[in-house]
């Protein structure tokens, strides 16, 4: 097992990979985790629970690894997604659907505090691998099912994934110029919110096994997340029949918002949703004439004037290069940011401060910056122990601990549930 540890960078909670350094002991050291789902959202609530002390023990199929180690750029062979998803993890292969592998997670299970998992709604059951079997072999288990749609419904039963949580969720209907056509995120948005909210659903259920002694089953599907963040929309269409459309970078609940050009061809992004840094955005271009007019004192009124407040606002920015731009809005305290593309990222002053992208030391792939854990804590931070490990790196060690004999390793492998 890597022994990599943290230690302080300065700021509070903030971590940085060291080696042969003590560390605090993590809030969640002790609890056991076996990610048995794939690609992103049940893996990512994996990683974030394993970020904070969790054991987790990865498992895979023996010839069918997860595909998010192949899903975007490689180095060397290596896919450098799965260096981020796969942090912190333990990684076994297991061939569920075959006795001995059955067996092996049983047995698994009984040591386990959380199984999370993506397959398809009766996929375990037809392995004698659902609820009654697992929670008999532990009933203070936590089972975590993730699924596109849920464990029941007419859609229950469909392949599942984040595409179709944006477009079944109402996102990608609001998303787009108004002209255009709906628009995806360029990336696993609804995986993403997913997996975070997958992550607080385990602490949930862990919190009320505190009190009742007693395992249970999470039932997260990937279209109701996304569903929350996107805010009132349901409420005022039952309560007005209101049906948000598509409004480019405006926001119809506040103006001027949106995305501005500068003189030297750069980008900036203003937010006005505060009424007083409306004011002062419009005191700082020259219309503070504008703050008088009734509709100026709410946000909805300032939204139906946009092209007004627009031209204005873009109308100055456009005179001016980006950086007098931000140290004007700066010193005025309104609200500005440059459009940072992920070079800009990597060196933004602020991420750096709160060591945002933090560097690690990997085996196969040398030193590594990523995203650093989701928050700091004062007391008990969290670290990223190691990046992503090799299929199957840890199966020996992991299925010796439980107890497993060489033999019995050799008539798994023989019999190809390993």
């Known amino acids: ?38 690609l992103f959202a049940g893996p990512l609530a994996a990683t974030l629970l394993g970020d904070f002390g969790a054991e987790v023990v ?51 299970a009984a040591t386990a505090d959380v199984i999370i998992e993506n397959f398809r709604p009766g996929t375990l059951e037809k392995w004698d691998l ?6 008999a072999a532990n009933p203070r288990l936590i089972l975590t099912r993730v699924t596109g749609f ?17 477009a079944l969720s109402g996102f990608a209907a609001i998303t787009g110029e108004p002209d255009a056509p ?28 505190d009190r009742t002694g007693e395992g249970q089953v999470v039932d997260m599907a990937i279209i109701e997340p996304i569903l929350t963040v996107l805010g009132p929309q349901p409420l005022w269409y039952d309560q007005l029949g209101h ?14 918002r949106g995305t501005y050009r500068t ?62 731009v931000l140290a004007a809005f700066e010193k005025a305290e309104a609200a500005v940011a440059p459009i940072q593309d992920v070079r800009d990222v990597m060196t933004d002053p602020q991420y750096a401060a709160l060591d945002t992208i ?10 590594l910056r990523m995203q650093n854990v989701l928050f700091r804590l004062s007391a008990t931070p969290g670290a990223i122990r190691w990046a992503g490990r090799p299929h199957g790196a840890d199966t020996d060690e992991v299925l010796t601990d439980l107890g497993l004999t060489p033999a019995e390793l050799t008539a798994l492998r023989a019999a190809g549930a390993v």
């Open 243 to 256: 049906v948000q459309p598509r409004t480019g970078n405006r926001s119809v609940n506040n103006a001027p």
């Open 1 to 38: 097992m890597n022994t990599e540890s943290t230690e302080s960078t300065g700021n509070i909670g903030s971590t940085r990979t060291m080696t042969d350094t003590p560390m605090t002991t993590p809030p969640l050291t002790g609890l056991r985790v076996l990610d048995l789902a794939t």
């Open 263 to 324: 003189a030297d061809g750069s980008w900036v992004a203003v937010s006005t949703s505060a009424q007083s840094i409306a004011e002062r955005v419009l005191r700082l271009v020259g219309r503070p004439e504008l703050i008088d007019e009734p509709w100026f004192a709410t946000g909805e009124g300032r939204a139906g004037h946009a092209d007004l407040l627009d031209e204005a606002v873009g109308g100055w920015i456009a005179e001016r290069p980006r950086d007098e």
């Open 358 to 367: 933090t560097t690690i030391d990997d085996p196969e792939l040398g030193p």
């Open 150 to 166: 849920g464990q029941f419904g007419p859609y229950a039963h469909r392949p599942g994934f984040g595409t179709l949580a944006e």
């Open 182 to 209: 709906p628009t995806l995120p360029p990336f696993g948005l609804a995986d993403s919110i997913a997996g975070l909210a997958t992550a607080y659903a385990v602490m949930t259920a862990l919190t009320a096994r």
């Open 58 to 108: 990865k498992i895979e199929h023996p010839a069918k690894p997860d595909p998010s180690r192949g899903h975007g750029p490689s180095k060397d062979g290596v896919g450098l997604w799965w260096k981020l998803l796969g942090r912190n993890k333990r990684t076994i292969t297991l061939d569920l659907s075959k006795p001995g592998g059955r067996d092996t997670l049983l047995r698994l």
């Open 130 to 135: 659902g609820w009654d079997e697992l929670s």
